[in-house]
């Protein structure tokens, strides 16, 4: 099945001149500012920071969140309530009719950091942007989280295990996946899913790693996408993974946990 950041991920290592030969990857937060330095997890040591986690559940839940916050705060001022019994249709009518009446000023735009302190006015009562973090953090933090860590112990493998994705190898899946998206362009399909090139690079060349690492595990190949989530649980059951991110940051924990 096709899943879309692979097309993205595959245009990148093409067009990249750097990758000729053998792919690596690059952190997934380069370039964030690092405003908060403590631990939210480490994977055999390798540490990953909250402001780390919080840049990637900005750029995947802020748009949605401030949307929501938006409305709320509309909802508010006008003093109406929403009928639960309404249907869809007249749920977004009457957003849109607050929406259309009030004076929003949106500053915020996920894809565009560093962000401003206030995220949004509507009617001249500001919304600040940590709301909208500890809404974005609320929702995704976990997630984002189980991605570094599953992403980390990929690396980590492959690089024990000496294996090498090469641009060869991603060339010979793009015009596959270039057709598979079709007719969406490949900017509408970045903005969708809230993604940069380089994002995308990471992702799939983690993918092929996986594959990779679980080909040498099984005779049948073939079966091996469907092999990977045990794969990766096995990973994980000898790692050392020590996840310490605050529960007020996230639906995590706020206890630090360990798992051997």
């Not at 949004?120 to 570094?148: C, H, L, Q, S």
């Not at 493998?157 to 060869?168: K, P």
């Amino acid at each position: 099945m096709f899943r879309w950041p692979i097309i993205i991920i595959l245009l990148a290592v093409i067009h990249s001149p750097a990758n000729a030969g053998k792919l690596t990857t690059t952190s997934i937060s380069k370039g964030v500012e690092a405003e908060d330095t403590r631990a939210a997890v480490s994977v055999n040591g390798h540490v990953f920071t909250v402001a780390q986690v919080k840049a990637v559940a900005m750029r995947e839940q802020g748009d949605a969140v401030l949307d929501r916050l938006i409305d709320n705060m509309l909802l508010d001022q006008s003093g109406q309530k929403i009928d639960v019994s309404s249907s869809r249709k007249e749920v977004e009518s009457t957003w849109s009719r607050l929406r259309s009446q009030a004076r929003i000023v949106r500053n915020f735009h996920a894809m565009e950091p560093p962000y401003s302190e206030i995220a949004a006015t509507v009617n001249g009562i500001a919304i600040p942007i940590t709301a909208v973090e500890a809404e974005a953090m609320k929702i995704a933090a976990a997630n984002v989280v189980d991605r570094f860590i599953n992403n980390e112990l990929t690396e980590q493998e492959a690089r024990r295990q000496g294996i090498v994705v090469t641009s060869a190898e991603v060339a010979a899946q793009l015009e596959t996946l270039r057709k598979a998206i079709a007719p969406m362009t490949l900017a509408e399909g970045l903005k969708r899913h809230h993604q940069t090139i380089p994002m995308l690079t990471q992702d799939i060349i983690h993918s092929i790693q996986r594959q990779k690492l679980v080909e040498k595990t099984t005779p049948a190949p073939q079966s091996a996408q469907a092999l990977i989530p045990q794969y990766m649980e096995g990973l994980r059951a000898k790692a050392a993974i020590v996840i310490s991110l605050n529960a007020a940051q996230s639906s995590l924990p706020a206890v630090s946990s360990e798992v051997r």
